[in-house]
């Protein structure tokens, strides 16, 4: 009976690892296809090592003066509203941290609705108003909707954030003669880089991946972000140049790739604290 068990368990854990190994699969070989094929200037669909490797598919994304002008307008669009969600969203999660509202509890549920909101539900009515504005077409009316849309979901996880920070610490500076704003800057800040730099990232990541949005407030291809500029690859004749496409797609990704890899250790505190008790 005991070796029955046992043979069953061993059963088991094959399987989940087997499990495993095709998932990790299924992430692995479409990165390793845009990494061979970014070097192949005769990339296709297969993957294989590319005969003749070269940096030219690279250089003709750097030497295109529409894709440079590209990542620039995601840097605007991308950095403005991490800033606009980062900030609205510590003044927003302040008061609901600290505070016995008696509100509170329905405008968290409001937070929790809004979050699940599809945002290309609401793209018609919302092309119709910044028409009706006359704010179509610019990068920084797109980046206030963007942010105005993941706001919710900053506001949520940065009072999350904060519940973990000690109140006792704003108590004894408060004795100390310190006000709210400089207890906030000196004392609340520092601590809450970690959960301040999760949300930078998610609401970054987010925007900087963003096609629907862009592609319908901004009508100039001159202001189209590198989410719509990756579309040039795929021509109307269906053709799909794969050397361009997986060399512009390793650019694409950099980005998030460095900024995570800077941020990934406050990440890590941030999630810890997200899920500490008050």
Known sequence: ??????????????????????????????ILWVLLASFDPHAGQLIKLPAEPT???????????????????????????????VALSFVAAYPLSRYKLSWKRR????????????????????FKLFIGLNIQ???????????????????????????????SLEEAAWVDGVGTFQTMLHIIVPLMVPGLSTVLIYVFTNAWGNFFV??????????????????????????????????????????????????QKYMSQGFTMGGADK
């Open 1 to 30: 009976m005991t070796g029955r068990k046992t043979k069953q368990k061993r059963t088991i854990v094959v399987a989940q690892y087997g499990a495993l190994l095709l998932v990790f699969a299924g992430f692995l070989l479409p």
């Open 214 to 263: 862009p592609f319908i407030l901004l009508q100039d291809a001159a202001k189209y972000p590198a989410s719509v500029r990756i579309y040039q690859y795929f021509q109307h004749s269906g053709l799909v140049e794969y050397g361009g496409l997986a060399a512009y797609s390793v650019v694409y990704t950099l980005p998030c790739v460095i900024l995570y890899g800077f941020t």
């Open 55 to 85: 940096l030219r598919n690279y250089l003709a994304v750097f030497q295109d003066q529409s894709n440079i002008r590209g990542f620039i307008n995601s840097f605007v669009i991308s950095g403005l509203q991490s800033l606009v969600v």
């Open 107 to 126: 405008f968290l549920y409001v937070i929790v609705f809004m979050t699940a909101l599809p945002l290309n539900a609401i793209m018609v009515p919302v």
């Open 137 to 167: 077409n610019s990068l920084v009316s797109t980046s206030l909707f963007m942010a105005a849309a993941n706001l919710p979901y900053g506001i949520w996880m940065m009072k999350n954030f904060m519940d973990a920070v000690p109140v």
